[in-house]
C-alpha cells in the first residue's frame, strides 16, 4: 500500500513561487507514473503534470508549461512540483498521485493512489 502525504501549499502574491512536496510512503510497486492534480472550487479535477518513475517522461498541462516543474527523486520517495510565476487562476487545492498505468494522456480516474491536497492560494 501507499500512502501520499503533500505539504508546502501557501498563500502567496501573483509572480510568486513556491515548491509543493509529496511524500511516498510505502513500496511504489507497478505504480509507473506519478502526478499532480489540482481542483479548483466548482471545477474539475485537473492533471498539472506527470512523470514516469520508471523512465523520464514528463508532461505538463497547457497552462503549466513553462512555469511548474516536476521531479521525482532517484529513491522514488519524494515527489516535487515547483510553481513560478505564479497566476490567481494556480488558487486550487493541489493533490499528488499514483497510477498503475503508464504516463500519457491519463485521466484522474486512472490513478489510484491519493494524497490529502495542500492548498494553494494566489492573490493578485
Known amino acids: 500500500q501507499v500512502q501520499l502525504v503533500e505539504s508546502g501549499g501557501d498563500s502567496v502574491q501573483a509572480g510568486g513561487s513556491l515548491r509543493l512536496t509529496c511524500v511516498v510512503s510505502g513500496f511504489l510497486g507497478s505504480r509507473s507514473c506519478m502526478g499532480w492534480f489540482r481542483q479548483a472550487p466548482g471545477k474539475e479535477r485537473e492533471e498539472v503534470a506527470s512523470?514516469?518513475?520508471?523512465?523520464?517522461?514528463?508532461s505538463y498541462g497547457d497552462f503549466a508549461q513553462g512555469r511548474f516543474t516536476i521531479s521525482l527523486t532517484a529513491t522514488k520517495d519524494t515527489l516535487y512540483l515547483q510553481m513560478d510565476s505564479l497566476k490567481p487562476e494556480d488558487t486550487a487545492l493541489y493533490y499528488c498521485?499514483?497510477?498503475?498505468?503508464?504516463?500519457?494522456?491519463?485521466?484522474?480516474?486512472?490513478?489510484?493512489?491519493w494524497g490529502q491536497g495542500t492548498q494553494v492560494t494566489v492573490s493578485s
Open positions: 512523470i514516469s518513475t520508471f523512465g523520464s517522461e514528463i
Open positions: 498521485a499514483a497510477s498503475t498505468k503508464w504516463c500519457g494522456r491519463l485521466l484522474a480516474s486512472d490513478f489510484g493512489d
